[in-house]
């Protein structure tokens, strides 16, 4: 179907129902009359294009009743649900990320999410007077200027409600994962000190809608994996999440950090050329990318922790040398990362915890080798929609595990990265070593269950000691310990699909 055919022609077609986001019921004393809103994915100008349908539907229109029957069976709603309904008790935000994924953010919420929500009465409005009241109907509309955007608005967000409003915040994302992980450290972060009040109950958690239009989308596909019917794209699902989805607390995680660990970002700057009188510096009007560095004592996060060729890998693909390369830079990275196979010094312990007659007890096993190509915690199935890292792993479980394997060539770690995008088969995966003592001995790729995971570098050479959290990348110093653990505490909540049947973590 085009994308640019206008919304609410073709009213006597039913949409296929991959397509369809919700039907909506028309309060009408006569009829039994529908609105169909569907989702038109297309191509203009060789980029991906979005248009919301509308189409008008009774059931006195001849021969489809039993299709619409099922679409409504599947989809109906009767209006707008209670946590898009902003209010005395309620506020509802809208962050466009314009970075994100390839840039489509902005696209779609113009085409597609701005004009559904106004179907429903809800327009967009500009930002309420600090502690005034919100207009009704309305929406708080945030388009990222900069890196920092979204962890403004949440820690913004956060100095709102430690001011005791009790209100609770809906915040629809249209962004990756970067944009939650954003929302979850400004606004646990700013929380950190809190036992009680509005951080530990579950009422006034923030809750997050995402519309998946990033590049990996690891918490929208880990979250979105067992939804078995009916069909849809990504963003289809993401408009029925929101539209018709449920509450559930959403799990995290907290890495923390040894004294000296700093965050490494790139941006652009421009050259300035000193001449000794600050009045005629020349500026290079050619941007160059600049490493900027922040101390940092922790970070929480939801998709993953890692250190090894994980980390390598999205730390060397940021950096200035590999950003020219654009979207081929993953790839010519990994080609690098595999020819040299480094085996990373460290020490790893797991954490669990055991049950005894006592109760609960906490022990550290250390893993049983000093060198390492991959060490990876996620409380996750998937990083990317086919690329699922660790199998066990179910949506909202609460668990962290554990996947890592010992030194080996580029030829096996392409082997197992292979096997995880074939359903995860990688955790089942031994061959033949060659012992140090040079009898024949087993390894494999190691996956636990795991309370908390202690990795302590030895690495001289800062370039092998970057550690990833979400995408953030952290340089450790040589020596030091990150510690990575689960987080009772639940900081957010995020809506999941509302036809399938999640268990949630006790
Ligand atoms: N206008 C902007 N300028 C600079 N950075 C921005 C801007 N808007 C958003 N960002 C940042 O860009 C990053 C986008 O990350 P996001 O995760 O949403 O996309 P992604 O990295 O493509 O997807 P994923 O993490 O799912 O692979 C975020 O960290 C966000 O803060």
């Known amino acids: 179907m085009p994308a640019d055919s206008p919304a609410g022609q073709d009213a006597a077609k039913l949409p296929s129902p991959e397509e369809v986001i919700c039907v909506l019921k028309k309060q009408s004393p006569t009829e039994d009359s529908y609105e169909i809103f569907s989702l038109g994915q297309g191509e203009k100008d060789g980029k991906p294009s979005f248009a919301l349908r509308r189409s008008p539907y009774s059931r006195s229109d001849d021969g489809e009743n039993e299709a619409l029957e099922h679409l409504v069976d599947n989809f109906r709603i009767d209006g707008l649900p209670a946590h898009l309904q902003p209010g005395q008790g309620r506020r509802v935000h809208v962050i466009v990320s314009t970075n994100s994924g390839t840039g489509l953010s902005t696209q779609f919420y113009d085409n597609v999410l701005a004009p559904l929500l106004k179907a429903f009465g809800l327009t967009a409005s500009e930002e309420p007077e600090q502690g005034g009241a919100e207009q009704p109907g309305s929406y708080r509309l945030v388009v990222t200027q900069d890196a920092g955007s979204v962890k403004d608005f949440s820690r913004n967000l956060a100095a709102f409600d430690r001011n005791g409003k009790n209100i609770e915040h809906t915040v629809v994302l249209l ?40 590049t990996g989308n690891a918490l929208f596909h880990s979250l979105h994996k067992i939804v078995k019917t009916p069909a849809a794209s990504d963003l289809t699902q993401g408009l029925r999440t929101l539209l018709r989805g449920r509450v559930a607390p959403l799990p995290s995680f907290k890495a923390t950090f040894p004294e000296g660990s700093r965050t490494i970002t790139y941006s652009e700057t421009s050259n300035t050329t000193p001449t000794g009188n600050d009045s005629d510096n020349t500026v290079d009007p050619t941007p160059s990318l600049g490493e900027q ?54 020490t790893v312990e797991i954490g669990r915890l055991h049950t005894t007659p006592n109760g609960k007890s906490f022990g550290l096993d250390k893993l049983d080798r000093d060198r390492h190509a991959y060490i990876l915690a996620t409380p996750v199935s998937n990083l990317e929609k086919t690329f699922c890292i660790s199998p066990a792993s179910q949506p909202l479980d609460g668990q962290l595990r554990l996947v890592h394997f010992g ?20 955790v089942d995966m031994r061959w ?75």
């Open 175 to 214: 962004s990756g994962d970067g944009g939650v992980v954003d929302i979850l450290n400004g606004y646990a972060s700013d929380n950190d000190d809190t036992t009680s009040g509005h951080g530990a109950g579950t009422q006034s958690q923030p809750l997050i809608a995402i519309l998946p239009l990033g």
């Open 293 to 346: 560095t922040e101390y940092v004592s922790h970070l929480y996060g939801v998709v993953v922790a890692s250190y090894g060729f994980h980390s390598q890998l999205v730390w060397e693909s940021d950096t200035p040398e590999y950003r020219k390369h654009g979207a081929k830079r993953f790839q010519m990275v990994a080609g690098e990362l595999l020819k040299e196979s480094h085996a990373y010094q460290a």
């Open 407 to 426: 030194p080996v060539d580029g030829t096996k770690t392409m082997e197992i990265m292979m096997a995880a995008y074939d359903g995860g088969k990688h």
């Open 432 to 506: 033949a070593r060659q012992a140090q003592d040079g009898k024949e001995g087993e390894d494999g790729v190691g996956y636990d269950e795991v309370h908390e995971v202690r990795v302590t570098t030895h690495e001289e050479d800062a370039r092998w000691r970057k550690v990833c959290i979400d995408g953030t990348i952290v340089e450790i110093p040589s020596g030091g310990c990150m510690v990575i653990s689960k987080e009772a505490k639940r900081h957010l909540r995020v809506l999941v699909d509302g036809s399938t049947a999640y268990e949630f973590a006790s």
